[in-house]
């Protein structure tokens, strides 16, 4: 027992306790702004630090717990007074159980009895439960004749003052040509300010939403920066709810949060090891930038409308909005779309880019980009209230025809047209591609990181490659071609398509084989070796799967194939993100039964089993 | 049955006994005993909330026999709380009773991370969000608007009387309240239920209140002379059985004054305080009914032009305080008719 004290004695260091210490007179003194953005700053340490105190105290009698931390009497006195530390978080709770582990049962000497007596009257202080405040002397005897305590007077009293300032806010932006406008900039500043300790206390979540919808009179920002920063803090690691409009106004009105949720969206997505596409989709929803309300799952009928609606260009026109449907009812399903918001998706849509760039166009961050735009297009779809920005305007590219083209999800055709739409796909951008009139690499680069978004269609020109020996099948590897390698030079493209070719004519010799060895298959793969483009080997890897998949033979020598290949080259990760997107588009597709359907589920049982 | 109603007659002497010098025999054991006595009343509560006849027997029981105030069918499901922090407040408890109460009232229970069930955390905190939240700024307060404190001592009130309605009328309860306090809560009260438009539900505690004030003159007196003159202007829009008697009050208070020639002013005849009004306050709230609607303007002038007219209808100041009030009070609404018609 002694020898854990110890232990949990070098936990706290006796120099944080000068430190804590010192803080606790310097925001005793001084109320001003400064000091109390420094008490604001400093909360989360210091709950921590308390934290660890009551940890050590809990296995030492109060005798020894002063013994060991002299200045702690003084700290916790200090810090009880403090409205700041006090209302934070758990921190109250954290100093009443250090006040009660200090608390000795026996007391022994006039000391012992003083500290007593000193811990309940802070205890009474803090709950009020005898010495009501002095400007509430009235209040307590009333309440207590009511048969009332200061547990059920404060519960009230809270939502009262909430109510009040909320009623002043709401009134304020309502008069807002009043000159004599009864609440000063300043006085929300000092508000917003006052909230940080409380964003989790649910009772003031009304004010919460109440600031961030507020607007000063002025385009300078009333609301701090710490509360800013605290209420995206607390809302993004889920200890608050807010309604959709209050998060909205958050992220259109303070950049660094909206940057800290991508990034928060981001670090979650590549860090869990996404073991479907529909978890990458769960944790898409799960951001707040992007809720989707209805399944996942068929995007038919809305992309549908969708597509007729830009057809009739610019003229948007949404039956759906001229309806009297009730918008308040959509604050109750507390589902943020604010990814739907333009700027917002701006802003996403450019964090997203710069993280393409700097990975070098990375499978995983393809595969995010192109889930990413697929979840976005579908509450796009689903949230009526949006509707005011047409689909398009989110993807300002010159060339309006292909957006729309790309806007066509694969479901929202049958399968026979697929070939057809490809080839129109193809045909738009290879025009774009290579004409010579826009050859910057801007421009290049922003049609294929257009294409990149709407992914789904590179996976189906490689199945189209395979299953129909297809008059189109040049467009397609060029295509493909463009898709693992946007760089600017015609004759490397031209290089990468002809080594393609060479494997896919030597794939589609083998396809109608029953049976096949892996050497046939190894020597398929490495036709034109020799000189060969880095980047064929990943638009190879892409044809030799759908053929494991789709072909007469493949499937048996599939799984000994793919563990050779992942062996020898170590692309566990591209080859288990092309299966995770096959077995993805397949279940949307509402396949089960097919032999591909059930060879990609155990190709990755047998991955997930290696990882 | 019986021994239910016999144990739940032991509640108001065991609060009276927390609250007492009879503590100070109380070891470890006696306490925990309390507090599980605290717990099973509350567990009562939730037993009994839904069935109006045990609820009502009860109550009954609650209010068996006790001085000082009588308690209520709700004080079940507060037990623990009252119990807790009138222990905690008082300090004949002996340290070893008082350590186990710290232990079971505050600290989460062994093992677990989360406290137990009492919440006190929460109500350290709500108190400190009420020191940090600032009051609603500067801006004067209108009189229909109510300062977030009395608000919600008129709310909890409110309460207090809805619970106890089946069962009782107001006078129990109000007549246990101490001093002029309750008089700002009852108008807070009655001027939360006229703005909440709360139908007849809401209406009958109002109703109830009124009828009580109204019962008796001392407290309708004690009412208008501690309230602001546009707070009872406001509440008599509201309440026209409030009106009338009000403005009776101060004719009342009024025909008490007399002229004293030599310092030129109306003074109260004796000394001033008990059941009295000064001159100043008589002509502020005189003014308040002429900012007030119509219909209560009207009523004022048609009282003050009446009792001028009974005491000679002279027009020379200083004879009769109604002419003087008159003159006063007519004055500035001349004013404001000439600035709006130039």
């Known amino acids: 027992m002694e020898g854990e004290g110890m232990a949990q004695d070098t936990a706290v260091p006796k120099l944080s306790f000068q430190y804590w210490l010192d803080k606790a007179v310097e925001w005793g003194h001084t109320t001003t702004l400064e000091s109390q953005q420094d008490v604001c700053l400093h909360l989360p340490k210091l709950q921590e630090f308390l934290q660890q105190i009551y940890e050590s105290l809990k296995h030492m ?26 209302g934070y978080d758990e921190s109250q709770k954290t100093l009443m159980w250090c006040l009660c582990c200090l608390y000795s049962n026996e007391p022994q000497n006039p000391v012992e009895l003083k500290a007593n007596s000193w811990i309940l009257s802070l205890l009474c202080h803090l709950l009020s439960s005898s010495s009501w405040g002095a400007n509430e002397v009235g209040t307590g005897t009333f309440i207590s004749a009511l048969g009332y305590t200061s547990a059920d007077y404060y519960s009230k009293l809270v939502k009262n003052i909430v109510s009040s300032l909320v009623t002043e806010l709401k009134g304020n932006q309502f008069n807002g040509l009043n000159i004599q406008g009864r609440v000063s900039d ?7 300010l006052f909230c940080v300790p409380l964003i989790t206390l649910p009772d003031v979540t009304p004010l919460l939403e109440a600031l961030l919808t507020y607007h000063g009179g002025g385009s300078q ?3 701090s920066s710490e509360f800013l920063e605290a209420v995206n803090e607390t809302f993004l690691k889920k200890k608050i709810a807010l309604s959709e409009s209050a998060i909205l106004s958050l992220w259109l009105r303070h950049l660094p949060s909206l940057e800290k949720a991508t990034l928060h969206l981001f670090e979650r997505l590549i860090s869990t090891q996404t073991s479907s596409l529909e978890h990458v989709v769960s944790i898409i929803k799960d951001s707040f930038l992007l809720e989707g309300r209805g399944e996942p799952g068929c995007m038919c009928g809305p992309m549908d409308t969708a597509f007729q609606m830009l057809q009739a260009d610019g003229a948007h026109v949404c039956p759906q909005c001229n309806t009297d449907r009730d918008h308040t009812s959509q604050r109750t399903s507390g589902q943020p779309q604010a990814a739907c918001h333009p700027a917002i998706f701006k802003i996403v849509d450019e964090i997203f880019k710069n993280a393409l760039l ?4 990375t499978p995983e961050v393809m595969t995010i980009i192109q889930m990413f735009t697929q979840c976005f297009v579908q509450a796009h779809q689903k949230d009526n209230k949006q509707h005011k920005f047409p689909l398009k305007a989110y993807f300002p590219h010159h060339h309006q025809h292909l957006v729309i083209a790309l806007l066509k999800h694969p479901f929202d055709l049958p399968a026979m047209l697929w070939s057809q739409h490809l080839k129109y796909i193809t045909d738009m951008l290879k025009a774009i591609i290579e004409d010579k009139s826009i050859r910057s690499y801007a421009d290049l680069f922003e049609s294929w990181f257009l294409f990149v978004r709407f992914g789904e269609w590179a996976d189906i020109a490689v199945e189209q490659l395979l299953k129909s020996e297809d008059e189109s099948s040049d467009s397609f590897l060029w295509l493909l071609a463009f898709y693992y390698s946007p760089h600017n030079d015609k004759e490397k493209r031209t290089q990468i398509v002809v080594e393609a070719r060479a494997v896919y004519d030597r794939l589609m010799m083998l396809f109608s ?22 980047c064929t080997k990943h638009l190879v890897r892409h044809l030799l799967l759908s053929f494991l998949l789709f072909s007469s033979g493949g499937h048996k020598i599939a799984q000994e194939f793919i563990s050779h290949v992942i062996l020898a080259s170590n692309t566990t990760n591209e080859v288990f993100g092309l299966l995770i997107r096959t077995a993805y588009r397949f279940n949307q597709l509402g396949l089960k039964n097919q032999r591909a359907v059930k060879l990609v589920n155990e190709l990755l049982q047998e991955l997930r089993f290696m990882d | 049955m019986e021994t239910l109603l016999w144990q739940v007659e032991q509640l108001p002497g065991l609060l009276a006994v927390s609250r007492s010098e009879q503590v100070r025999d109380w070891d470890p054991p006696t306490l925990d005993r309390a507090l599980q006595w605290g717990r099973y009343f509350q567990h009562l509560h939730g037993r009994f909330r839904a069935q109006p006849r045990l609820r009502a027997a009860l109550g009954q029981r609650l209010r068996r026999g006790q001085p000082g105030p009588p308690l209520g069918f709700g004080h079940l499901g507060r037990c623990p709380e009252l119990l807790g922090l009138a222990l905690l407040g008082n300090r004949a408890l002996p340290p070893a009773a008082c350590h186990r109460l710290l232990r079971s009232l505050l600290l989460p229970p062994s093992g677990q991370a989360t406290p137990g069930p009492c919440s006190l955390g929460l109500l350290a905190r709500r108190r400190a969000a009420v020191q940090l939240l600032p009051p609603p700024s500067s801006a004067p307060t209108r009189p229909g608007e109510l300062e977030p404190q009395l608000r919600t001592e008129a709310q909890l009130l409110l309460s207090r009387l809805q619970e106890d309605e089946e069962e009782q009328g107001p006078a129990s309860v109000l007549e246990q309240l101490p001093g002029p306090r309750v008089y700002r809560v009852l108008a807070a009260l009655l001027l939360e239920q006229a703005g909440d438009d709360a139908g007849r539900e809401g209406a009958r505690p109002a109703a109830a209140v009124l009828s009580w004030l109204l019962g008796d003159p001392g407290r309708l007196s004690d009412f208008c002379r501690l309230l602001p003159g546009s707070l009872l202007v406001a509440l008599s829009a509201r309440y026209p059985q409030l009106g009338t008697p009000y403005l009776h009050l101060l004719t009342s208070w009024g025909s008490r004054l007399r002229y004293d020639p030599l310092r030129g002013q109306w003074a109260s005849s004796r000394c001033p305080g008990e059941d009295e009004l000064s001159w100043e306050e008589l002509q502020e709230r005189f003014s308040c009914f002429m900012r007030g609607p119509a219909p209560l303007r009207e009523a004022a002038l048609a009282s003050l032009k009446n009792l001028k007219t009974q005491d000679g209808d002279f027009e020379v100041c200083g004879l009769s305080v109604w002419t003087d009030l008159l003159l006063e009070i007519e004055a500035p609404l001349e004013r404001e008719d000439w600035t709006l018609e130039s």
């Open chain 1, 513 to 534: 084989c029953t049976t096949l060895s892996i050497t046939d298959l190894q020597a398929a793969a490495s036709t034109k070796t020799d000189k060969r483009q880095p």
């Open chain 1, 221 to 223: 920002e009333v609301l």
């Open chain 1, 358 to 361: 700097e990975t070098g166009g």
């Open chain 1, 186 to 192: 300043d006085h929300v500043t000092v508000v917003s």
């Open chain 1, 61 to 86: 009698n109060s005798t020894t717990a002063i013994q060991r931390f002299p200045l702690i009497g003084q700290l916790l006195g200090r810090l009880c007074w403090n409205p700041f530390v006090v």
